[in-house]
């Protein structure tokens, strides 16, 4: 899915601790020049939006990219969440 500039991640999870960004991607994906100029992009999302919450009340945004093969059906949130590849 091609959208020019515009990035959108898969989800966008709320506890109550941080708003999690989070992209899950095929395995054999993660490492491609693709998924890594999204990541990227995401990082900096999140770390404006952390600045911006250093000043205003709010949650901290935390970056999640997830290989396909570390999601299982019964995982928990906090299961899924650990499996981030950017720790």
């Not at 709320?14 to 491609?32: L, P, R, W």
């Not at 404006?48 to 928990?76: C, M, R, T």
Request: proline residues 2%.
């Amino acid at each position: 899915n091609n959208q020019g500039n515009t990035y959108q991640p898969d989800f966008i999870a709320e506890t109550d601790e941080f708003i999690y960004m989070i992209e899950t991607k095929a395995a054999d994906d993660v490492k491609t020049e693709e998924v890594q100029a999204k990541a990227r992009a995401a990082l900096k999302y999140c770390e404006y939006a952390n600045d911006f919450i250093k000043e205003h009340k709010g949650k901290q945004w935390k970056y999640v990219l997830i290989p396909h093969d570390k999601v299982a059906k019964n995982s928990s949130f906090k299961g899924v969440v650990s499996q981030n590849i950017f720790k």
